[in-house]
């Protein structure tokens, strides 16, 4: 049984470039979050998808990010126009959690995209 | 609103002492879940332990013991006899259970926990 996977674990960038980041979330898991987490801090909730639908997103979202997940399946996340304050590793979980409402489920996280902007 | 608190920024213990990682929460809701993860130095959140509102039972897993106190809103984390390998950064985390919940989670700031040989 494999675990969510990210792609790509390392990513340098200059400022002003656009970066798009994978994960393949554990299979059949409906529900799938990316998180930000900068250098001393834990995870920030980002966005959230329940199957293909992005039903919540933070704040912290600006309008520079955009994240997609066509099929259900795997998901995207692209920052456009980078700046040096998106350094950070992004983060994605999923949880086989169908429907909605809260319920605790454990998330399971993939090993994260360290991103670098010069 | 929701929040988690883990004082302990750092900590440093000799190999074999027990430590305990302090985490303090606060929610309005009565429905709600405490996690804890792990950090090692490779990045990968490892899950640990998920405990909802309504078992205050504390629980023990090998070497590790976690002790759920609604009255202090308080899930404290032990490791007996630390072992190097537990060396990592450790979060606290909370959900909420709502209806209009989507399980989006909280976490503390975490505590750096290094276990000298």
């Known amino acids: 049984d494999t675990g969510v996977s990210q792609d790509p674990r390392h990513k340098i960038t200059k400022r002003g470039q656009n970066v798009t980041f994978r994960c393949d979330p554990i299979?059949?898991?409906?529900?799938l979050y990316w998180y930000r987490q900068t250098l001393g801090q834990g995870p920030e909730f980002l966005t959230y998808?329940?199957?293909?639908?992005?039903?919540?997103k933070s704040r912290l979202l600006s309008d520079r990010f955009s994240a997609e997940r066509p099929k259900g399946s795997f998901s995207t996340l692209e920052i456009q126009r980078t700046e040096q304050g998106d350094s950070a590793m992004y983060l994605c979980?999923?949880?086989?959690?169908?429907?909605?409402?809260?319920?605790?489920?454990?998330?399971?996280f993939g090993p994260g995209t360290r991103l670098l902007v010069l | 609103a929701q929040k988690v608190t883990q004082a302990q920024t750092e900590i440093s213990v000799v190999e074999k002492e027990d430590v305990t990682l302090d985490c303090v929460y606060e929610?309005?809701?009565?429905?709600?879940?405490l996690f804890w993860y792990k950090q090692p130095p490779s990045g990968e959140l490892v899950f640990l332990i998920r405990?909802?509102?309504?078992?205050?039972q504390n629980e023990i897993s090998g070497r590790y013991s976690w002790n759920f106190q609604k009255s202090t809103s308080s899930f404290n984390f032990t490791i007996t006899a630390s072992q190097v390998v537990d060396s990592a950064v450790y979060f606290c985390?909370?959900?909420?259970?709502?209806?209009?919940?989507?399980?989006?989670?909280?976490f503390g700031p975490g505590t750096s926990l290094s276990v000298i040989p």
């Open positions: 979980a999923s949880s086989p959690r169908s429907g909605t409402g809260g319920s605790g489920e454990t998330q399971y």
């Open positions: 299979s059949e898991h409906n529900r």
């Open positions: 998808f329940q199957n293909e639908a992005q039903l919540e």
């Open positions: 929610t309005r809701d009565t429905t709600y879940y």
């Open positions: 405990r909802n509102s309504f078992d205050e």
């Open positions: 985390a909370l959900s909420e259970g709502k209806k209009t919940s989507y399980d989006k989670v909280i």
